[in-house]
């Protein structure tokens, strides 16, 4: 009820020095001119008008609480018009800034007020001079408050701008918070799968026994290479041109880039199996698609799952244990299992006196790959689970619910 915005220091500087000047200019005039003394009643509301407009600096609804007993001295026949002068002024400034229950409340008070004192206090008034004066007083009461009304509007405008240009800044910041999470899961997911096989391969020509089996592991590794080149300059070409959300083979194949092998699911999980046998692992396969109809954006998205999850099978599987691959439908969702079995813990001696070899390889995990997984599934209303299935083997669970876009059907 009484909360009230704080006035601007302007405004109350250029108010308080104007009503000091303004009641000692009255002051001297009604002195000089009249040839009359003030008497004690009027000094006193005077004194009244300087402390309303003081107290301003304060709080507006405080400045108008001191108006309150000057109007019941009007009442009791003190001389009112300095009142009626400069009480709506204060007015104003309540309306402008005050709680809205205040501001009307102190609206319908003062209206009151200079519609009743010229008749309740002044018996030496005729009629006519006191609907005279009942109206200079409405009028000026109106003004006032219209004043503070178109303030208080204009202020409440501001606060509705800045309210929507905070917002709009918070909303761009977490878009671009936004962006640079979907930036690190694409480029993670592009680069850490290719990255992790020319690692591996790279390791591997180093220690194998024959020159053929070094070319070999060297033509994986130009291969991983050249497939992460062609995904890094497909997503620069995505993020260079505005408008782009989704891209196929036509609009690859438009900038000279090779298609995307991630939109054909069947001929990935191929291409991961493959890899997977290259580096030693047995793998087991199972494709239960057939002829049935997949969206794109799901096969892409189950796509960069299984990367990601063949991925962590070269980094942490055991290849001495067979690695399954399964995707296949389940009452309408797309479901992908990839189970490996996983290395044992080595004792801590064993650790410290590691030197060479791939499986003596030190892997550091980020769990970005898992996040990128469960954001990418998600936003198809999917779910993703990922973890440990009995003492020495490894399970990545997807399901993700198979439904047509319009521009998909």
């Known amino acids: 009820m009484w909360q009230s915005r704080d006035f601007s220091p302007w405004y109350l500087g250029i108010v308080t020095v104007l009503a000091f000047v303004s009641v000692g200019s009255d002051l001297w005039v009604f002195e000089q001119e009249s040839g009359l003394q003030l008497g004690a009643d009027g000094l006193l509301m005077y004194a009244f008008v300087l402390v309303a407009y003081s107290l301003q600096w304060f709080s507006s609804t405080l400045a108008f609480a001191s108006l309150v007993p000057m109007f ?3 009442f009791a026949g003190v001389e009112a018009l300095v009142l009626v002068v400069y009480g709506p002024v204060i007015l104003g400034g309540v309306v402008a800034t005050a709680n809205r229950r205040f501001a009307a409340t102190a609206a319908g008070l003062t209206l009151a007020w200079s519609i009743s004192y010229p008749f309740a206090a002044s018996a030496h008034l005729s009629d006519a001079e006191a609907y005279n004066a009942a109206w200079f007083s409405v009028v000026l009461v109106v003004l006032g408050g219209g004043a503070g009304l178109f303030v208080r509007l204009n202020l409440a405008r501001r606060d509705a701008d800045q309210a929507r240009l ?3 800044r918070r909303q761009a910041r977490e878009s671009a918070a936004r962006e640079r999470r979907v930036l690190a899961r694409d480029l993670h997911d592009i680069l850490a799968h290719n990255l992790t096989i020319i690692t591996m391969q790279a390791s591997t020509a180093q220690f194998v026994g ?4 070094a070319q070999k592991a060297l033509a994986v590794v130009d291969e991983s290479a050249q497939d992460a080149l062609v995904d890094l300059r497909r997503m620069l070409a995505l993020m260079r041109e505005e408008g782009v959300v989704e891209v ?3 609009a690859v194949q438009e900038r000279g880039m090779a298609p995307a092998p991630s939109v054909d699911l069947e001929l990935g999980v191929a291409r991961f199996v493959h890899g997977l046998e290259d580096l ?6 199972r494709w239960g698609l057939a002829d049935s109809k997949v969206p794109l954006s799901v096969e892409g998205t189950v796509y960069r799952v299984l990367q ?6 070269v980094k942490h599987g055991d290849p001495a244990h067979p690695c399954l691959i399964d995707v296949h439908l389940d009452e309408g969702d797309l479901v992908l299992v990839v189970e490996n079995g996983v290395l044992a813990r080595e004792p801590e001696k064993d650790r410290r006196h590691r030197r060479l070899g791939r499986d003596r390889q030190r892997w550091n995990s980020s769990s970005v790959g898992l996040t ?3 954001e990418r599934v998600s936003a198809f209303d999917g779910t993703v689970t990922a973890g440990p299935v009995g003492d020495d083997r490894w399970r990545v669970y997807a399901r993700v619910p198979v ?3 319009a521009d998909e059907t």
């Open 166 to 168: 905070a917002e709009a």
């Open 280 to 285: 030693g692992f047995p793998v087991e396969r």
């Open 248 to 250: 196929g083979d036509e």
């Open 403 to 405: 439904r047509f876009s």
């Open 372 to 374: 990128s997984m469960r």
């Open 72 to 74: 019941a001295l009007t």
């Open 210 to 213: 024959t020159g053929e089996a």
């Open 308 to 313: 990601e999850a063949v991925t962590n099978v």
